[in-house]
């Protein structure tokens, strides 16, 4: 995992991608559909319209997200980016929904598509574009963990299968006569982009909501509070996670004899050690004396 000052520079590099690449696809494809006159050739069309709002979207949320805490915000403002996946989750599923009631009139009124070799050469120049940001998007998501990148790389993961569907559908209308090609693929094409909005509804909600970290990194901080010979015990542990950021809490159970001062070293140690294996958090810890009766939450 990169630092957060790398991470950032990585994710707005991204984001930028992200823009330009959308730009390029919207442009190529509006004259392949004046061209063919396809409704799947639309859709892909609508689909990059959306993509290019939802990347401005991004590129927003990614810079605001990067800005330090500030007296109003301590915890910093990583939540822009959760942010921006609701609201391109929102773009993402308005063009589903778009998509299968022009896909429905399509197949009740069949259109023969024409132009069919226009078509097919902006959906390669497409395919070529989309899986060369989607490969870096995932390298930057590697090394961010970012959920709107992740979001981003999502929905650019679903239209190399929406360019891929929009071929098999030219080469299906215009080579063999089958009209209804268009469409149907087109309402497949639509269901795949409502169930990759929910993914980044979920992904999103998970951040905004404060879940837990997954249980086998929960699992990691455990077992390096209890490899420190001065640890009897450790409770109530929370994780969350902003952003790029992570946060860490938890109350150390140390021998009740300890020294105010051997207790904090103790608890210190502990600290540069998860800090260590998760560079990218922050760490609070409260020292209890070990056998302490208090009243504790349980989950």
Same mark, same amino acid.
């Given at each position: 995992?990169?630092?957060?000052?790398?991470?950032?520079?990585?994710?707005?590099?991204?984001?930028?991608?992200?823009? @330009?690449? $959308?730009?390029? &696809?919207?442009?190529?494809?509006? #004259? %392949?559909? =004046?061209?063919?006159?396809? +409704?799947?050739? /639309?859709?892909?069309?609508?689909?990059?319209?959306?993509?290019?709002?939802?990347?401005?979207?991004?590129?927003?949320?990614?810079?605001?997200?990067?800005?330090?805490?500030?007296?109003?915000?301590?915890?910093?403002? @990583?939540? $822009?980016?959760? &942010?921006?996946?609701?609201?391109? #989750? %929102?773009? =993402?599923?308005?063009?589903? +929904?778009?998509? /299968?009631?022009?896909?429905?009139?399509?197949?009740?009124?069949?259109?023969?598509?024409?132009?069919?070799?226009?078509?097919?050469?902006?959906?390669?120049?497409?395919?070529a574009l989309t899986?060369?940001?989607?490969?870096?998007?995932?390298?930057?998501?590697?090394?961010?963990?970012?959920? %709107?990148?992740?979001?981003?790389?999502?929905?650019?993961?679903?239209?190399?299968?929406?360019?891929?569907?929009?071929?098999?559908?030219?080469?299906?209308?215009?080579?063999?006569?089958?009209?209804?090609?268009?469409?149907?693929?087109?309402?497949?094409?639509?269901?795949?982009?409502?169930?990759s909005a929910w993914?980044?509804?979920?992904?999103?909600?998970?951040?905004?909501?404060?879940?837990?970290?997954?249980?086998?990194?929960?699992?990691?901080?455990?077992?390096?509070?209890?490899?420190?010979?001065?640890?009897?015990?450790?409770?109530?542990?929370?994780?969350?996670?902003?952003?790029?950021?992570?946060?860490?809490?938890?109350?150390?159970?140390?021998?009740?004899?300890?020294?105010?001062?051997?207790?904090?070293?103790?608890?210190?140690?502990?600290?540069?050690?998860?800090?260590?294996?998760?560079?990218?958090?922050?760490?609070?810890?409260?020292?209890?004396?070990?056998?302490?009766?208090?009243?504790?939450?349980?989950?």
């Open positions: 995992m990169a630092t957060i000052e790398r991470a950032n520079r990585l994710k707005n590099r991204a984001a930028l991608a992200s823009v @330009g690449v $959308a730009a390029l &696809l919207i442009a190529a494809k509006a #004259a %392949a559909w =004046i061209a063919t006159g396809s +409704v799947s050739m /639309l859709s892909t069309l609508v689909d990059s319209m959306l993509d290019l709002a939802a990347s401005l979207l991004n590129l927003l949320a990614i810079r605001q997200a990067a800005v330090p805490p500030d007296r109003e915000h301590r915890f910093g403002h @990583g939540k $822009a980016e959760p &942010l921006a996946g609701l609201g391109q #989750a %929102a773009f =993402i599923g308005g063009s589903g +929904v778009f998509l /299968l009631f022009e896909a429905g009139r399509r197949l009740l009124t069949p259109v023969p598509i024409e132009n069919s070799s226009v078509g097919l050469i902006v959906m390669l120049l497409s395919i899986l060369g940001l989607v490969t870096y998007q995932k390298w930057v998501i590697r090394r961010t963990g970012s959920i %709107a990148i992740g979001a981003d790389s999502l929905h650019y993961t679903s239209d190399l299968l929406v360019n891929l569907g929009v071929i098999a559908a030219l080469i299906l209308g215009s080579q063999f006569g089958w009209t209804r090609a268009d469409p149907l693929i087109a309402l497949g094409v639509s269901l795949f982009i409502l169930i993914q980044v509804i979920s992904g999103s909600l998970n951040l905004l909501m404060d879940r837990e970290l997954p249980e086998t990194d929960r699992q990691r901080i455990a077992a390096i509070i209890s490899e420190h010979d001065g640890v009897r015990s450790m409770h109530d542990l929370r994780t969350r996670s902003s952003g790029t950021q992570t946060f860490i809490q938890l109350h150390l159970e140390l021998d009740p004899e300890l020294s105010l001062a051997e207790a904090h070293r103790i608890s210190d140690e502990v600290m540069a050690r998860i800090e260590e294996a998760f560079p990218d958090a922050e760490v609070l810890i409260h020292e209890d004396p070990f056998g302490l009766s208090e009243q504790r939450p349980t989950f």
